[in-house]
Nanobody
Framework: VQLQASGGGLVQAGGSLRLSCAAS??????MGWFRQAPGKEREFVAR????????YYADSVKGRFTISRDNAKNTLYLQMNSPKPEDTGVYYCAADVNTWPSRQSVDYDYWGQGTQVTVSS
């Protein structure tokens, strides 16, 4: 499985941004987004089940971010609405071959290269 994240950039607080993650190879896995700020550990942002029917969010983004997927296009999305400066970081997409809804990065098997998101105040 190869994952390619894109869509990052500079956005003003309160604006919006959509990240994409193109997948190739065997792609019907649960997927997630993680982020890592400078000097901090990688943290869970959101997760979506294989068919897109179930989603999970970190409390810090719930109600602002939306994870979705288009299996016909082999693409994962993260819609970021009303971002805050504390949302700044490198965002990674990842695939988990297991169905247990883990929020731990060590449980994910495949990773994209990351895309930088910077939220200005």
């Amino acid at each position: 499985v190869q994952l390619q994240a894109s869509g990052g950039g500079l956005v003003q607080a309160g604006g919006s941004l959509r990240l994409s993650c193109a997948a190739s190879g065997r792609t019907l896995y649960a997927m997630g987004w993680f982020r890592q700020a400078p000097g901090k550990e990688r943290e869970f942002v959101a997760r979506i089940s294989r068919n897109g029917g179930t989603t999970y969010y970190a409390d810090s983004v719930k109600g602002r971010f939306t994870i979705s997927r288009d299996n016909a296009k082999n693409t994962l999305y993260l819609q970021m609405n009303s971002p805050k400066p504390e949302d700044t970081g490198v965002y990674y997409c990842a695939a988990d071959v297991n169905t247990w809804p883990s929020r731990q990065s060590v449980d994910y098997d495949y990773w994209g290269q990351g895309t930088q998101v910077t939220v200005s105040s």
